[in-house]
């Protein structure tokens, strides 16, 4: 049976460039890997209960206070907490910071971004569907987003900054735990979160589209 993807490009905040790329890529994933089928849109009107029963999965590449009713945030996030996977790519850390269940689901909220550079990164588990693929460190060109309100205990960490490869006093963190990728389950859904993505040319990057695709698989419990 096809899944259903709901993906949201809203920019109530900064426009990224990327989106545009992202929704093309995001839609082929769908298509090639025969597991879902995506609608995309900029607007935020199916974020209400009829409309979200559809899907089985939302995405998120959002920024801002989406403009949604304070009842449609209620069923968004019920909806998820009774079991729609949620996926998060990059600037949806960067969304609903007046909306606290959120940031709960999400795991944290957009800091800064004091790095924007080649970087070098930590693979922490590599038996998640969506690591498996990678070696335990390599370099990647990203605007590396550092979190509020986001600690390890919640979460199950995929994905961080190498330290070494940055210079850490430009930090936010006092304890200079940087996450890039991670997931947990929330109610009964699974949530999968990667701060990649920021410039157009990863979305073409093979690694990159089999780290998204298997994330968004294993949120939509397609893949353990």
């Known amino acids: 049976m096809m899944k259903r993807l709901l993906m949201v490009t809203h920019s109530a905040g900064f426009k990224h460039d990327y989106l545009p790329t992202a929704t093309e890529v995001v839609k082929a994933l769908g298509k090639r890997s025969g597991q879902f089928e995506v609608t995309a849109t900029t607007e935020c009107d199916l974020l209400n ?84 693929h990678l ?8 605007e590396v987003y550092t979190f509020k309100e986001w600690s390890r ?37 699974r949530v999968f979160y990667t701060g990649f993505g920021h410039f157009k040319e990863l979305w073409h990057e093979e690694w990159f589209q089999t780290h998204l695709l298997n994330g968004i698989l294993w949120a939509m419990k397609q893949i353990e």
């Open 153 to 189: 205990d919640r979460t199950h960490v995929l994905i961080s900054l190498d330290n070494s490869s940055v210079d850490l006093s430009k930090g936010t963190r006092e304890d200079n735990d940087y996450a890039l990728c991670w997931c947990h389950t929330y109610g009964e859904a």
């Open 49 to 132: 209960k009829d409309d979200l029963e559809k899907f089985d999965a939302v995405l998120f590449a959002t920024t801002g206070e989406l403009p949604i009713s304070e009842q449609q945030k209620k069923d968004f996030i019920e909806a998820i907490k009774a079991g729609k996977a949620f996926i998060g790519v990059h600037n949806a850390t960067d969304t609903f910071y007046k909306f606290p269940e959120y940031g709960e689901m999400i795991g944290g909220y957009f800091q800064g971004h004091p790095w924007t550079q080649e970087v070098l990164v930590k693979v922490e588990d590599r038996t998640h569907p969506s690591t498996k």
């Open 135 to 142: 070696p335990m460190v390599f370099k990647v060109k990203e």
